[in-house]
């Protein structure tokens, strides 16, 4: 995949990298990887995309492992570093990976499981050995490249095939769209086994020649504390994790605020994904930072295919235009475009789309059109040609009484009271209405539900308005922040839900 591995010849001296070790160059990056590809192809001339899957912490290693597997010809399968070992099972099952590279902390993890299944397991710093030879393989974009998992919220996880020209695209695409150069510092703090992490973050900075600065695990203060060190002028998150800023930047004394302030309206961009932006969190964090957040959208199958734009206006609740080389259209059940101003289907189209579900032909004819468009799955609607996400088709679009009900609208209007820290709004099946409105909340102890039905009844229809309620202490969510909503509708099931009349 040129774009990525271009700087590595252009800027060999520059820092790459800077990890728990220190700074790295491109050059040490370029050698390492290649010393890693060598050794995993033990003598052979291609790997002829065998997957290898990879379990190494955010930093030099999990950068050069990767690059190291596609050098050689190989698919890379990032395994997450938080999974018990019967989900890494699956992934290492379901991708009939031939090798695992680990760090020697993953090593009682998994070595069993490896000798068990006679499936060969290196450690990442023994790969970095030998000299490098120009005896490996030229890679041809249509070649597979990566197998990303789903985040399997609403079925077992399914494995999403990128092709190395599909990654090019993704990449060059966010490059020019989000203004990337080589004066760029960006600081990475999400998971590598999601786009996010590793498309928008790492691949997009080493593409550009910038420096990528790895913090792992997540601590709010660190964060705050690398921002003052005032190099990184690059930041993207999940809401979640501006929410935690927010909280740990209110405990700060004022004199410590203005300074934070002060130095991140410095930054040049800052982008939330991977789930939606409560608007109320996009204007805490303006009002602290003097940053509006560029919201995208994107997923596991397309990479980025909507973004607010770069110089513009950033519209609140909105994911905004799509983006250069992406077709996008809205369209109802049957697959036909909906008329201006109302609600349908997301379908994309561009070379940034994935080319299949690892071993599921059947799931991957039902994800296209049969012209080719792939079915997202999310609801939206166009206002003043800005994107807006209602949710998606199989959790947020509750189906009660003949209407079509947005959870994401119910879910921001909740977040507004004072007394709810964070919510969710789910369909629970009834045999009246189809789906009856339930919402789940974490809330303060003073929190009164009939009060907050007299404080609803001027913000939302009736129809709208949650019909049963659960207060718990905290949402479950995947490692991208993402509420987990069918985890949450068994609440219902097993327990004595709270109802309003």
């Not at 890379?76 to 020697?104: F, G, H, R």
């Not at 510092?185 to 691949?203: A, D, Y």
């Not at 201006?340 to 296209?368: D, M, N, R």
Request: charged residues 20%; glycine residues 6%.
């Amino acid at each position: 995949m040129h774009i990525l591995f271009n700087q590595a010849q252009q800027r060999p001296q520059s820092v790459a990298i800077l990890d728990t070790q220190g700074a790295h160059t491109y050059e040490s990056l370029w050698t390492k990887s290649s010393q890693i590809a060598l050794q995993l192809l033990e003598g052979r001339s291609d790997l002829e995309q065998e997957r290898v899957a990879f379990m190494v912490s955010p930093g030099l290693n999990y950068v050069a492992t990767i690059w190291g597997i596609w050098k050689a010809g190989g698919i890379a399968v990032p395994l997450c570093l938080s999974y018990p070992l019967p989900s890494l099972a699956y992934v290492i099952e379901d991708t009939q990976a031939t090798a695992i590279v680990l760090e020697p902390d993953y090593l009682n993890l998994l070595s069993r499981y490896a000798v068990d299944n006679k499936i060969p397991l290196y450690l990442v710093e023994e790969l970095q050995v030998g000299p490098v030879t120009d005896s490996l393989p030229k890679i041809a974009l249509d070649r597979g490249a990566l197998i990303l998992y789903t985040s399997g919220t609403t079925s077992l996880p399914k494995g999403v095939l990128s092709t190395h020209a599909n990654l090019e695209a993704q990449i060059s695409t966010l490059i020019k769209a989000w203004k990337w150069t080589s004066n760029d510092h960006t600081l990475c703090l999400l998971p590598l086994h999601h786009v996010h992490g590793l498309i928008n973050v790492v691949s997009c900075a080493l593409s550009a020649g910038a420096i990528l600065q790895f913090l792992n695990p997540f601590q709010a203060e660190t964060v705050f504390s690398i921002f003052l060190e005032k190099r990184v002028n690059v930041f993207m998150a999940v809401p979640t994790i501006y929410f935690k800023l927010i909280s740990e930047f209110d405990s700060y004394s004022e004199k410590k605020k203005i300074e934070l302030s002060d130095r991140m309206k410095n930054f040049r961009l800052m982008v939330s994904g991977s789930a939606a932006l409560p608007v109320s969190v996009m204007n805490q964090w303006e009002k602290i930072s003097g940053h509006r957040l560029l919201e995208r959208y994107g997923m596991t199958e397309i990479g980025m295919a909507i973004s607010n734009p770069y110089q513009g206006e950033r519209r609140a609740g909105h994911i905004g235009k799509p983006l250069p080389s992406v077709e996008v259209r809205l369209v109802d059940e049957k697959d036909q475009q909906v008329n201006s101003g109302l609600p349908g289907e997301i379908q994309i189209k561009g070379p940034g789309v994935f080319t299949k579900y690892w071993g599921k032909e059947e799931a991957t004819k039902k994800a296209f059109t049969q012209d080719g468009w792939f079915k997202t799955g999310d609801i939206a609607l166009v206002e003043d040609e800005y994107y807006r996400i209602l949710g998606r088709d199989s959790i947020d679009i509750i189906k009660s009484g003949g209407y079509k009900i947005s959870a994401l609208e119910i879910e921001e209007i909740l977040r507004n009271h004072n007394l709810i820290k964070d919510c969710a709004v789910i369909g629970i099946p009834n045999e009246e209405w189809g789906e009856l409105v339930a919402a789940v909340l974490v809330g303060e102890k003073e929190l009164d539900l009939k009060e907050l039905k007299d404080w609803l009844k001027d913000r939302l229809p009736n129809y709208k308005s949650p019909k049963i309620y659960q207060i718990v202490t905290d949402l479950p969510r995947n490692a991208m922040g993402k509420v987990v909503k069918n985890e949450l509708k068994s609440i219902f099931s097993t327990t004595i839900s709270r109802k309003t009349k």
